[in-house]
């Protein structure tokens, strides 16, 4: 009223505009494992994970104005399958020195993949959310992408503690970094591929004093 702003009369609030059968589904699996154990002087840890997500939607949206939403296909529907796979493994020694120093040195590995399908179509709904003739699910999802990365890093630290309130901190690590990707639309006529390696190192260098503790 007023020209204020509000909800709008010609769309309900409860009206579902998603096609029938939508759904949106997504499954998950994560595990890890590690062991710490001596080895000579030093302590060897060992950690791995693996995760994996698969996920699967049919759904869809408005796509026009509300004036002009009861003429045309008004919707805009997505049919999707999505894998992403995860695995990370770090190793690393540390040993306990003299004089309150502790020097660690290791590596860590990610791997991770993913693929994803899916097709997009149009469609026509009320907008008070009902269907005049079903809405048909596209014949096959032929929009793929196929993406795969790796990260792997050497690195060292040390940890100098000369006193109980104070303590530094210094590290170098080196990032080796790969990635591989395919895209293709068949639909648009479109596909491409490529793939990058970057290698770059980076450090650390920091202090630790408490002023105060209770």
Known sequence: EDGAPGWSPVTPL??????????????RFTGMAGFDRKAG????????????????????????????AEAGENSHGLQEKINLTDVYVDSHFSWKLRHGVTFLAGADYLHGTGSARGADF????????????????PDQLDVTIEDHRDFIGPYASVEWQPADRLRFDAGIRLNVTHESRENADPGAGTQSEGDQTNTRSSGNLGAIFTAWQH
């Open 14 to 27: 409860d009206a579902n505009y998603n096609p029938p059968g939508a759904y949106m589904n997504d499954h």
């Open 122 to 137: 149009d469609y026509f709904v009320h907008l008070n959310g009902t269907f005049e003739e079903p809405v048909p699910k």
């Open 41 to 68: 002087s030093a302590l060897w840890s060992t950690m791995g994970s693996v995760s994996q997500s698969r996920q699967s939607l049919f759904r869809g949206f408005l796509q026009v104005p509300v004036d002009d």
